[in-house]
C-alpha cells in the first residue's frame, strides 16, 4: 500500500492547510494511506493530542477512510518527520514550499548537497512534492 506523509503545524496555518489539502489530494489520487503528521517540540510546553489534530484536519479535508493522525515528541521538526517517513517507509511526503529552506540545513548537516529530494530519493527511496503558499 502505498503511503503519503504530510507534516503540518498546530493550530493549522494557512499554510499547513493548503499543504494538508495537496496531500489529501494526491493520497486520493494514487489510492494512499495518509499520515498527518504534527511534532510537538520538547522546548515547548505544547502538547497536542491527537484528537486536536484529527478535528481541525477535519475541518479541512473532511472525514476520510486511511488517514491517519501522529503527534510525535521530537527536538527538531524536520528531523522528526525525517524519521517517521523513515519508519514508515513512507512513498512520498507532501511539504511547503515554506519548509523547504530549513530541510536544506538539515540536508546540509548530512552531505555536502543541499538537494533535498534527490537526498530523501537516494536515502529513504521517498518523493517529496512541495506545496507552495496559497495566493
Known sequence: MTLVVVPVR?????HSRA???EGARIAAER?????????DLY?????VTRADLKQACEAV???RER????VRRGFLVEETILDEVATESADAVVIGRKQVSRWRRLIRRL????DIEKYLSEQ???EVITVDAPA
Open 61 to 63: 479535508i473532511g472525514r
Open 19 to 21: 499543504t494538508l489539502e
Open 111 to 114: 552531505t555536502d548537497d543541499p
Open 10 to 14: 498546530y493550530p493549522l496555518s494557512e
Open 67 to 70: 488517514v491517519r493522525y501522529t
Open 124 to 126: 529513504l527511496d521517498t
Open 31 to 39: 489510492d494512499a494511506e495518509l499520515t498527518v503528521l504534527h511534532v
Open 43 to 47: 522546548q515547548t510546553d505544547e502538547r
